[in-house]
């Protein structure tokens, strides 16, 4: 690759990457979701098994991630909105992702008890 | 052509023009004729931008509702069962709730695949098929979901 050609933007260009990343993830688990949720019109026992699976420790995992993925793109996307009507987002648009991130890590951090409490209950014992 | 031509117009190909023997008029690129269609392009993209914010800030509340509600309130993913379903699908305001969610967000995610196949996928016919295949799924997403909301019951077994 010739040195110095490839486009390397900074806080801009991460954060349209990590919403489109999330975008697309979201997309992908909202389709198996209404599916596994379709279970309801078979009958309660099958929809009762394939949650139970959403119960085991390894999916509490996937859900933090869903948790991540979801809130990052609910928060940017509100920035990304702010950029394109408020006179001044393009202005602030670095200072709104830092504030995203902010509010994301805060976010985060308050969601690993709710979410992941009864999976460290199941491995360590309550 | 001599030196002491009064036009400003070097010389064209052998051609000389001047008041008698005048340029042929070019048409100006993006004039409009009779042959022009009324339209000749609509404004898909931009409503389609404008749905994304549109859509998006309404996610926000219902998205961010569902997930507090099924992951974080009364004792999170644990207490979630064909019970709990019944429970919340017995009111009209969390089925609208749910299907308004569902219509959006599939709305938002197709329409956002669509630009990410645009970007990334370069030759016409792969574009083509990715978005039958987009659409297929989306289409069929909305229709199944929205059957089980309105078709839900309580005693089904
Ligand atoms: C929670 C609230 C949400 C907000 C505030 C939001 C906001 C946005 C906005 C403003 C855009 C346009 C970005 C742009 O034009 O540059 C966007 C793109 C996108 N969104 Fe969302 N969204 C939300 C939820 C969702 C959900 C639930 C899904 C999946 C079903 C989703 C999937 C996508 C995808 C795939 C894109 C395209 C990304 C791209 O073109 O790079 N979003 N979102």
Sequence with gaps: ?126 | MSADTTSAIGPVEGASFDVDNPAPYIEAPRKRTGRTPRATRGNFEMAAWLFMRLSGVVLVVLVLGHLLIQLFLDGGVSKIGFAFVAGRWASPFWQVWDLLMLWLAMLHGCNGLRTVINDYAERANTRLWLKGLLYTATVFTILLGTLVIFTFDPNIR
């Design chain 1, 1 to 126: 690759m010739p040195a110095g050609t490839l486009y390397r933007g900074r806080e801009g260009m991460w954060s349209w990457v990590a919403h489109r990343v999330t975008g697309v993830l979201i997309f992908f688990f909202l389709f198996v979701h209404v599916l596994d949720t379709a279970l309801v019109r078979v009958s309660p026992e099958a929809y009762d098994e394939v949650v139970a699976t959403y119960k085991t420790p390894i999916v509490a995992l996937l859900e933090y991630g869903l948790v991540a993925a979801i809130l990052f793109h609910a928060l940017n996307g509100l920035r990304v909105i702010a950029v394109d009507f408020w006179s001044k987002g393009p202005r602030y648009q670095k200072q709104m992702l830092w504030t995203v991130v902010g509010i994301w890590v805060v976010l985060m951090a308050g969601s690993l008890y709710p979410v992941l409490g009864h999976a460290a209950r199941e491995l360590f014992g309550s």
